[in-house]
């Protein structure tokens, strides 16, 4: 093989073959970098030609979101029942009136075509803010007048009512069945004609109104002959305090000018208001129509903008798959170039790799005998030269650590034996202090003990201190509580006392209500008498005698049941005070032993007290002995640490001259795996 490699030799280096593979494909970068950016150019262009054909649209739709945003104001205005709310629906008008405006001067500057279009949107757009405006306007009028109208029409109703009482009132009053009669006779047409003018008006409709007027308008003669009818059977029960002409005409009349159309009255109010309303919805249905109109033109700019938006990403897309078809022409030469160029230049290292590899393959195997025997003038040269003197240097090396490895055996011995035998000192030591460690331990926690005892006691007797504190004070709010509720009950008896007093004043009242009971019984039986005497006239006077006989009777039943329920509650009101008594006399002597409980607490808590003094003594005493403990054996602890250092580190001295003597061991092994 060393023959072959001399023979054969290399025109370029290893080096300049590999600057030359990387010179052609920076070549082959540049040539698909300058494809990449004439397609990037391209794609550029179109996406600048395709984002002012976006704009256009964004501004289109954004027109058409503000034309939809000002309908629905006015929707909601139109639908708005207090008048007082429409100055906000005028104020959010204005305000999407001039963004629609700037919007649509905006689309006029980047839509170069349809003029036609723009010139009728330019006029539009005054157009639907004027009608707007108006409507908002008969709409705010026609919500103030719907108060108006519908307390005339409550009144109208209530003068219906009025004369229909009035005739009956009459009718009662006369007490005669021809008046009665005439009376029924016109109050039935009267309401068929009120029936017949508030259905139309629940309607709500100006044909509805049309018919129910012509209806009424034929019918109101007829009702002004039957009216003539009463008041001529009402003349024969004429007196100087009564005028049926009057208090039944001219309310009549009054409905009649109400009822007139066209006129002043409420049926004419409502009628104008009913008008106004229809002109109004048909304003809105022009409005609509305007609107539509607007929105048709809005939908053509729209679409206009969408194919100019598909035209320009159908260009975007051919331009993309151009690029895209360069840049994979370029990848495909970049590639088969490299190939060619790595084919090459493998085959030109296979050969100087074969003879360094050899010589490094008998360098793993430990034979530093021989040398690498390619000798070229190029960089795997080089590289061969540089193992000869690796093999050199590690014979050298191999040698010096032999010796090295001797002497570091002998010195470890010598140091394994001077550890075994501190340790054996330190374990002594160690076991003394550990046994004075534990006789400490114990003192302490038998100082700790006695110490946590003596604070136990120390906080308990201060807990029956306070306890008994909170008993002292409870015993002084008891006497005080108990001294009020004494007076209390001193109280209620004088309360209890009264309500007896008022109580006897109310018996004496129901004998009076019961006296007046039996004289209207009485006066009511007279009166019956007297009405069955005067037969059939006086039927109705009867009836209403016995409800008055009826009335007395259950008045004096109830007095009676009333006069009972008094009784009962004076002997309940007596049992009270008797218990109230009794229940004072045992409140002075549940106070009196209070009293005496109040100064045995004061004892106690003197007591208390004094044992508590003792307790914190003892516990502060029974402390000051803890810490000196503690401190004897943190010393000991200290002692027992330094002395557990001690040990580590002859434990450490020791384990390091064991694994020096293991080290010089394994280092004379390795040197006896190389063959030099």
Same mark, same amino acid.
């Given at each position: ?7 054969t030799p290399? $025109? ?7 600057y030359l593979?990387?010179?052609?494909l ?6 698909v970098a300058?494809?990449?950016l ?11 030609q395709?984002s002012?054909t976006?704009? $256009? *649209?964004?501004?289109?739709e954004?027109?058409f979101s ?12 139109l639908a708005?029942d207090r ?16 963004q629609?405006l =700037?919007?649509?001067?905006?689309l006029?500057?980047v839509?170069?075509a349809h003029a036609?279009?723009k ?7 005054? =157009?639907l803010?004027r009608r ?10 026609l919500?103030? $007048?719907v108060?108006?109208?519908?307390v005339?029409l409550?009144d ?7 004369l ?14 021809l008046?009665?009669y005439?009376i ?5 047409p009267?309401e068929?004609?009120e029936?017949?003018l508030f259905d ?10 049309d018919e129910?007027g012509?209806?009424i308008a ?13 008041? *001529?059977? *009402?003349?024969?029960?004429q007196d100087?305090?009564?005028?049926y002409?009057?208090?039944l ?5 009054a409905?009649?000018?109400?009822? #007139?159309?066209p ?8 009628y ?10 048909e ?13 048709e033109?809005i ?6 903008a969408?194919q100019?938006?598909d ?9 993309y798959?151009q ?8 990848a495909g030469l970049? /590639?088969?170039?490299a190939l ?14 074969a003879?360094v590899?050899?010589?490094?393959r008998?360098?793993?195997?430990g034979d530093?005998?021989?040398?690498? =025997?390619?000798?070229?003038a190029?960089?795997?040269g080089r590289?061969g ?6 093999a050199g ?13 001797d ?7 010598r140091?394994?034996?001077?550890c075994?035998q501190?340790?054996?000192?330190l374990?002594?030591?160690r076991s003394?202090?550990?046994? *004075?460690a534990?006789s ?7 100082f700790g003990?006695v ?6 006691t120390?906080t308990r007797?201060?807990s029956v201190?306070?306890l008994?504190?909170q008993?002292s004070q409870?015993?002084?709010? %008891?006497r005080?509580?108990?001294?009020a509720?004494?007076e209390?009950?001193?109280t209620s008896?004088a309360?209890?006392?009264n309500? =007896?007093?008022?109580s006897e ?10 006296? /007046?009971a039996?004289q209207?019984?009485l006066?009511?039986?007279?009166a019956?008498?007297e009405a069955?005497r ?6 109705g006077?009867?009836?209403v ?14 007095t ?9 509650? #004076?002997?309940g ?5 008797r218990s ?9 002597g549940?106070l ?5 409980a109040?100064?045995?607490m004061?004892?106690i808590r003197?007591?208390v007290?004094?044992?508590?003094? +003792? ?6 005493? %029974?402390?000051?002995q803890r810490?000196? #403990?503690e401190e004897?054996s943190?010393?000991?602890h ?5 002395a ?6 002859v434990?450490a001295?020791s384990?390091?001259?064991?694994r020096?003597?293991? +080290? ?6 390795l040197?006896?795996?190389y063959?030099?």
């Amino acid at each position: 093989m060393s023959a072959k490699t001399r023979s054969t030799p290399f $025109r370029l280096g290893f080096l300049a073959r590999l600057y030359l593979l990387i010179a052609a494909l920076v070549a082959l970068l540049m040539l698909v970098a300058g494809t990449s950016l004439v397609a990037i150019g391209r794609l550029q262009g179109n996406a600048e030609q395709i984002s002012a054909t976006a704009s $256009r *649209l964004l501004l289109s739709e954004s027109f058409f979101s503000a034309l939809q945003s000002l309908t629905q104001n006015l929707s909601d205005a139109l639908a708005e029942d207090r008048p007082d709310q429409l100055d906000g629906y005028v104020g959010r008008h204005r305000t999407l009136q001039a963004q629609a405006l =700037e919007l649509f001067a905006q689309l006029e500057r980047v839509t170069p075509a349809h003029a036609e279009t723009k010139q009728r949107l330019a006029a539009l757009l005054p =157009e639907l803010d004027r009608r707007s405006l108006a409507l908002i306007d008969a709409q705010r009028d026609l919500l103030a $007048r719907v108060g108006h109208n519908a307390v005339a029409l409550r009144d109208l109703q209530l003068q219906f009512s009025r004369l229909k009482q009035d005739l009956l009132q009459a009718q009662f009053v006369t007490g005669d069945e021809l008046v009665a009669y005439s009376i029924k006779q016109f109050i039935i047409p009267l309401e068929q004609v009120e029936a017949l003018l508030f259905d139309a008006i629940g309607v709500s409709s100006i044909k509805a109104l049309d018919e129910a007027g012509a209806q009424i308008a034929q019918r109101l003669p007829a009702l002004q002959k039957k009216l003539d009818n009463v008041l *001529l059977d *009402l003349e024969p029960h004429q007196d100087s305090r009564t005028d049926y002409a009057h208090s039944l005409q001219a309310p009549f009349a009054a409905i009649e000018q109400q009822l #007139a159309v066209p006129g002043n009255g409420a049926v004419a109010q409502y009628y104008a208001w009913l008008s106004d309303q229809q002109a109004n919805r048909e304003q809105k249905r022009q409005l609509g129509r305007l609107q539509r109109q607007a929105r048709e033109d809005i939908g053509t700019l729209i679409a206009s903008a969408q194919q100019a938006s598909d035209r320009q990403l159908g260009l975007a897309a051919q331009t993309y798959r151009q690029g895209v078809a360069g840049l994979l022409a370029m990848a495909g030469l970049s /590639i088969a170039v490299a190939l060619a160029m790595g084919l090459w230049l493998g085959r030109t290292m296979r050969m100087a790799l074969a003879a360094v590899s050899g010589s490094l393959r008998h360098l793993a195997d430990g034979d530093l005998r021989g040398g690498c =025997e390619y000798q070229r003038a190029d960089e795997f040269g080089r590289v061969g030269d540089w193992v000869n003197r690796v093999a050199g240097s590690l014979r050298d090396a191999l040698a010096q650590l032999g010796r090295n490895a001797d002497e570091q055996d002998q010195i470890a011995r010598r140091n394994a034996q001077a550890c075994s035998q501190a340790r054996a000192g330190l374990e002594k030591q160690r076991s003394s202090i550990g046994a *004075l460690a534990v006789s400490l331990a114990e003192l302490e926690t038998s100082f700790g003990e006695v110490a946590q005892h003596a604070g136990e006691t120390a906080t308990r007797v201060g807990s029956v201190e306070a306890l008994t504190l909170q008993g002292s004070q409870r015993m002084a709010a %008891t006497r005080i509580g108990t001294q009020a509720l004494a007076e209390q009950l001193e109280t209620s008896v004088a309360e209890i006392a009264n309500v =007896e007093a008022v109580s006897e004043q109310i018996g004496q009242i129901l004998d009076v209500i019961r006296a /007046i009971a039996e004289q209207t019984n009485l006066l009511a039986l007279n009166a019956a008498i007297e009405a069955a005497r005067a037969g059939d006239q006086g039927r109705g006077f009867a009836v209403v005698a016995d409800e008055v006989r009826g009335l007395a009777r259950r008045t004096a039943q109830s007095t009676g049941e009333i006069q009972q329920r008094i009784e009962r509650l #004076a002997q309940g009101i007596g049992a009270a005070v008797r218990s109230v008594e009794a229940s004072r006399a045992q409140m002075q002597g549940t106070l009196d032993q209070v009293g005496q409980a109040d100064r045995l607490m004061q004892e106690i808590r003197s007591q208390v007290e004094h044992i508590a003094a +003792m307790s914190r003594e003892i516990d502060s005493a %029974t402390g000051q002995q803890r810490l000196a #403990a503690e401190e004897v054996s943190r010393g000991m602890h200290a002692i027992d640490a330094a002395a557990e250092l001690h040990m580590d580190s002859v434990v450490a001295i020791s384990d390091s001259s064991e694994r020096q003597a293991r +080290m010089s061991a394994e280092q004379q092994a390795l040197c006896a795996r190389y063959r030099t």
